[in-house]
Every structure is written in structure tokens, then in C-alpha cells.
């Protein structure tokens, strides 16, 4: 019930936003924003073709290993100062402020280091997703109610069961939290990377889009990258939400 | 100041003096990271010499603009919103999603549409930040309490004075946090769009000092860039947790 219900609220959300796009488009004309009839007959045409592809993979890969180290270090970096209390505190509003902070702003920077290469861009998302898996995982750790560890010493748990059937499963839904917001950030900044400096990709794609003056193409990248996060999303979402415990 | 304070000093500045270290040493090239104390004598003459002002007046205002226009009008569909039950449940999928895209992917969009002028990068900022004012504003006026309804019957108060006298203080909290978020992601959506692609403005000095290999000016429109941001949003969230242990819904 609840289900068809948020999948109706969804489909309304869907077609209101098609309104506006048709409707913008009408005001700005074909030349600015195609509208989107024709521009879901190019996506057809060209999201099968192999340029779309070569991008696409480029992307991905990219991204993926941008995400593995936003995972990698942010939960080795969350679990750290969740457990050593003095770190967490000295180290928490460092990384507030690191949040906070336009990241875009330092990407000079890591081309210097890197280069207009794979790496540069890797480092790049990993910088965006780093940052909300840390403090997520932090905050899980810290906000275990003291009433778990006890009751554990009390079943006479060794660490590892502890670890594994009380701290693991307490944790687990922010975590994932985190990581989902970590997703979101790291694509966001693998895509700004190759919008600003790259030959392949798809913000490479958008911006040389952009250039040529082929709106088509542009909007197509736009609502494939859409679409993507917005499923990647809503898959992760739905996750945590299995997972929070039902009081 | 506390023991924790001290050592958070401790460990930047440690982290800092590292930094000079290598480059002085040339452990780290100076054509890829200058010293920090050239840095900040990059930015002093820079800011004495007058030559970014143009540029740094422009970034900001844009900024402010952004912000002001997302918390008022960010604040007002939250209202209307708010008021409208049934479509307050259609927005939440809307909402759920608003940022996990990556929203920058709609600048070139927008330069298409109004050109490279000012517009795009006004609307990018305010397309970053508008959301987290509305859905902050919503969670506000989720939150005022059922008795304030009832004060606000016993005293007879017509719905101005209940909305101005009782709900907005209530709500007041949650909206300085939406403040506080409209603030620092319309400095995220400015500067990145400022970078991607911009007439002007300190994104685009930056992007121009990275292309032409001229490091000081960099790094020192870096270092504003980085101080301004971080102290803005510093004081915001020093305000931010005041105002919130005061309401009682400290997040600590």
C-alpha cells in the first residue's frame, strides 16, 4: 500500500518535472534546450553507440576506484576516531570544516600533483566522498548506547563476538548512510574533475557539447548522469531503510 | 582553552610547518605546492596591490546574492509547502534525490540558455543551496510544539500574531541550520560553476593562474578562497550549536 503509494508519488514527481522541461523549453527554444521528445529519441540513438560507451567506461572506472578509496579511507578514518575518543575530538570539527569547504577550489592543485591524468581525477572524487563516510561512521560509533556494550560483558561476549553481533549491526544503518552520501559526492566530483580538465568521460562529454553547440547531446549526458545517481540513490536508500531497526 | 583545543592547534600547525618544510627542503617542487609562508606574502600583496578586488567583490556578491535569495524564498515554499500536506508527500522523493545528483551537470545547460554572463552562475548557486533551506524549513515547522497551538488559542491570537509570536521562534533553530547550509553550498555552487566555466570572478582568476603556471597568484586566491569560506562557516556553526543547546537539540 505504502509502496504503490510512494512509487504513485514518484511517478507525479516524474511527469511534473517533463512539464517543465517541455515548458522551458517553449520559452528558450530548441536551439537552448531541445525538448523532451527529441531528446529521449537521441538518448535511444545514442546511448547504444560506441562513443557513449568509450565515455561511459571511462566514468566508470574512474569513479570506481575513486569510490573504493572514499570507502577505504573514510571508514578507516571513521572507525579510528569513533573508538580513540581524543582523536575523534581534536579531529571532528577539522573535518567539518574540510566538508564545508568548495573542494573545487583545490583541484588546481591536484593536477599539479598528478597531472591531466587518472589519477588526478581519482584523487579528485575520492577528496568529495572521504569526508561524509568518516564523519557518518564517526558519529555511529560514538552514538552506540552504552546499554549494548554492557549487556554484552554481561553474556560474557570475547571482543570479536562483540565486534561482530553488537557493535557491527548498531552501527550499520549510519554507516550505510554515510556511504550512500559518499556515492553521491564522490560521482560529483569524478564528474566536476572531467568537466573541468579532461579528454575523456562524461563531463568531458557535456562541456565539449556545450562548446559545439549540440544541446542534444549535452541534455542526453545530463539526464543519463541524472538518472543514474537518482537510481543509485534510491537503491542505497532503501537499504538503510531495511536495515533501521523497527522500534 | 581546553586540552583538545590545544592539541587540534598543535597538530595544524605541525601539519603546516611539515608542509614548509618540504617545500624548502625541495622534497616537494616548488613549480607543485609553494611554501605556505609564500602563500599568505602572495596573498597580503595581492590584497594590498588592489589588483583581484574587481574579482574578489564580484565571487562574493555573487555568493551573498545566492544565499539571500535561497533562504528567502527557500524559507517561503517551505511554508507553502508545508501547509500543503499532500503535496509535501509528492516532493519527498523529489527531495530524497535533490542532492545525490550531481547538480553541476545542469551548468552547461544553464550557459546555454542565459549565456555567460552572471545568471547561470546566480541560479547554480541558488540551485545548490535552496533546497536545504526548504526542507530545513519544513523540518522547523514539523517541530513546533502542539501547545504553542493551544497558548496561541487560550490567548485568542488571529494567525498573524501566532505565526510571527510563536511559530518562527519555535522554528527559528532549524531555520539558522538551513541558513547556515544555504550559506556554505551556495559557496560550493558559485565557486565550482566560477570554475567549470565563468566570464569572471575568482574561479576563473584561479582556473586562468593554473593555465598560465603563475603559482603565487594561485595559491594566494587559493588561500582567500579557503580562509573565507572556513571562517564563514565556523562562526555559522558556532551561532548554529548555541542557538541549538539553548532549544535543547544539541547534536553533541
Known sequence: MIATKRATDTLIMLVVLLLAWQALHQVVGTTALPGPVPTLAYLAKFVPSERFAENASATLVCFFYALMLSYGIGLAIGVWMGVHRVSGAVGEPILISLYTLPKVTLYPVVLLIFGLSLSGRVTFGAMHGVLPVALLTMTAIRNIPPVYLKSARTLQLSSWQTILTVLFPATLPEVIAGLRIGFSLTLLGVLLAEMFAAKHGLGFLIINAMQLMQAEEMVTVAVVLFAFAALANAILLWIEHQLHPRV | ?252
Open chain 2, 1 to 252: 582553552m581546553s586540552r583538545v583545543g590545544w592539541i587540534r592547534i598543535a597538530v595544524l600547525v605541525i601539519a603546516i610547518g611539515l608542509l614548509e618544510f618540504c617545500c624548502r627542503l625541495g622534497l616537494i617542487d616548488h613549480r607543485v605546492v609553494i611554501p605556505p609562508s609564500q602563500m599568505a606574502d602572495a596573498l597580503v600583496r595581492l590584497l594590498i596591490s588592489g589588483q583581484a578586488n574587481d574579482q574578489i567583490v564580484r565571487t562574493f556578491g555573487i555568493v551573498v546574492v545566492a544565499a539571500l535569495i535561497s533562504v528567502v524564498a527557500g524559507f517561503a515554499l517551505g511554508v507553502v509547502i508545508h501547509a500543503l500536506p499532500r503535496v509535501r508527500q509528492a516532493l519527498d522523493p523529489f527531495f530524497a534525490t535533490y542532492y545525490a545528483v550531481p547538480i553541476f551537470i545542469f551548468y552547461p545547460v544553464m550557459i546555454v540558455i542565459f549565456g555567460l554572463s552572471v545568471i547561470p552562475i546566480v541560479l547554480m548557486g541558488v540551485a545548490t543551496a535552496i533546497v536545504a533551506m526548504i526542507i530545513a524549513t519544513l523540518n522547523g515547522l514539523d517541530r513546533v510544539p502542539r501547545v504553542l497551538s493551544k497558548v496561541a488559542r487560550v490567548h485568542r491570537m488571529g494567525t498573524i500574531a501566532t505565526a510571527l509570536l510563536l511559530e518562527l521562534p519555535a522554528a527559528a533553530p532549524h531555520l539558522f541550520t538551513g541558513g547556515k547550509l544555504a550559506v556554505s553550498y551556495a559557496f560550493i555552487g558559485v565557486i565550482g560553476s566560477e570554475f567549470i566555466l565563468a566570464p569572471a570572478g575568482l574561479g576563473r582568476v584561479i582556473s586562468d593562474a593554473y593555465t598560465d603556471f603563475n603559482n603565487r597568484q594561485m595559491y594566494a586566491l587559493m588561500l582567500l578562497l579557503i580562509i573565507v569560506a572556513t571562517v564563514v562557516n565556523m562562526l555559522l556553526h558556532v551561532v548554529d550549536q548555541r542557538w541549538a543547546e539553548r532549544r535543547g537539540i544539541a547534536k553533541s
